[in-house]
């Protein structure tokens, strides 16, 4: 199997002329002459585009082009009023890069080229008719292709998901499959054990999920075997899923270069990328979310697992930083994400969560130097998510600071000891159980706040008699 991934770059504007360049809004309210392809006009290349582009193809490992330059391909499709698009097929921005997926194992990019998204059809079979939307007309996109690597589903899902999380860390697109900001096409064949020769292939399209990807190879496969099983050909075409079905059905005979008659973009001059410019572009990529992940474990003493997690998401990564840099206490911030606020953001209710980072540092610095246990810690944290409470005021007005004072933790502890006899004299008898139950009884005289190791050296103190 090879993959053509086609990713939507989030610039402000299109490609090839100054229209925005987003998802949502209503339908043609982002069109122009030039994107609307109207006689006559020229379209003018958008600079932060090659600069998505090139930063993709310097995190995927590729050589980047001095000199790059657009071709035109020909065809005819109600989405594309042009009737052709702006692509790159002799001299793409990238070429020669890799993956490296769990395994280890390196997937071949053979290429990256930059080009422009066609309009969207909606078909209404109700009224039967078709809706065309031309704001995704001039998009800017990238297409990742691979070279034929890849030997199983897994590893395309690996290959996938390491994309993915590069695509989002570079800050380059928003790789939402569902919105078709990231589109991936399935090129795959099956040989016979032992033969070298690849077989004749078929690209799968309309693959809107990561498990409709994997359903599909696995579909295709059987597909292809059975037909050469029974002594039958595999014709090479472009296959279209059906999810719903759990099935792919033909939908045009597969079309080679030479069908589109290419021909270098007469309208766009070739585009230098000096020293000076791929530098800067250098220096604006973001730190990759392997990088963090190996920096956290190695500086921070943070487990695998746990950077696994801390760098599953973007923000989530920015969260722990910020919040580390305030309290200087790595570790704890991120048992505290981890835990707690992981757990709020998911409690039903809470949906736009902004959280106020210099309250959940100070409550770091408060548990930590003991002036609150862990108990009350848990209770800050889910006032300062939920209801932005202020740490210190919460903490007094609930009386949360420990208690530290030996004579008050000696009080009650001689006052439970009065009221659970038993208890105290199962202890006595062996019994270790009874300990605990002791423990939360003087806890509780304390409202929660008391020193645990005090209490449990107080309480030892009492019950042998020290
Ligand atoms: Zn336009
Ligand atoms: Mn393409």
Redesign the pocket.
């Known amino acids: 199997m090879g993959l053509?991934v086609?990713a939507e770059l989030s610039t402000k504007s299109k490609i090839f002329c100054g229209c925005a360049n987003y998802f949502g809004g209503g339908p043609n309210t982002c069109v122009c002459p030039v994107c609307s392809g109207m006689p006559g006009v020229l379209p003018k290349l958008n600079k932060s585009a090659v600069e998505y582009a090139v930063r993709a193809g310097l995190a995927l490992n590729c050589r980047i082009a001095k000199n790059f330059k657009f071709d035109r391909k020909n065809y005819f499709y109600p989405d594309l009023p042009k009737a052709y698009q702006i692509?790159q097929l002799y001299a793409p921005v990238c070429t020669n890069g890799y993956i490296e997926i769990k395994t280890g194992k390196k997937i071949n990019i053979r290429e990256i080229h930059m080009?422009e998204d066609a309009g969207k059809l909606t078909h209404d079979s109700m009224r039967n008719i078709t809706r065309m939307d031309f704001n995704r007309c001039g998009a800017p996109?990238i297409?990742i292709v691979s070279r034929p690597d890849f030997r199983n589903g897994g590893e395309v899902i690996d290959y996938l998901e390491r994309l993915r999380e590069i695509l989002l860390y570079l800050n380059i697109c928003d790789c939402k499959m569902h919105e078709g900001s990231l589109r991936v096409d399935v090129n795959l064949s099956v040989r016979r054990t032992g033969e070298e020769k690849m077989g004749v292939r078929t690209e799968t399209k309309n693959l809107n999920s990561f498990r409709a990807i994997e359903r599909a190879v696995k579909y295709e496969t059987s597909r292809q075997i059975e037909i050469l099983e029974d002594g039958g050909r595999v014709v090479q075409e472009t296959r279209r899923w059906d999810d719903d079905k759990g099935a792919s059905y033909a939908m045009r005979s597969k079309e080679n270069a030479q069908d589109y008659r290419y021909f270098p973009e007469p309208d766009l001059p070739p585009v230098n990328i000096g020293d000076k410019w791929l530098e800067d572009i250098k220096k604006s990529i973001p730190e990759s979310a392997s990088l963090k992940r190996e920096r956290y474990i190695r500086d921070f003493n943070i487990s695998e697992y746990e950077a696994k997690i801390l760098t599953g998401d973007k923000k989530i990564a920015g969260l722990f930083e910020r919040i580390s840099a305030r309290s200087g206490e790595p570790l704890e911030t991120a048992h505290l994400i981890i835990g707690e606020i992981m757990r709020l953001i998911n409690a039903p209710g809470i949906e736009d969560l902004s959280l106020d980072e210099r309250k959940l540092a100070d409550l770091i610095k408060l548990v930590l130097s003991g002036k609150i246990n862990r108990t009350a810690y848990k209770e800050a944290v889910e006032a300062v998510v939920t209801d932005d409470a202020e740490p210190d005021e919460y903490i007094a007005r609930n009386g949360l600071l420990m208690m530290s004072d030996n004579n008050i933790i000696i009080d009650a502890v001689n006052i439970v000891l009065a009221e659970n006899a038993g208890a105290a004299a199962k202890y006595r008898k062996g019994k270790d159980k009874a300990f605990g139950f002791l423990m939360g009884q003087v806890m509780k005289k304390l409202n929660g706040a008391g020193n645990p190791d005090i209490i449990k050296k107080a309480l030892e103190d009492a019950l042998t008699g020290g």
Do not use: N
Request: no cysteine; net charge negative; aromatic share 0%.
């Open positions: 053509e086609h692509s080009e996109l297409e």
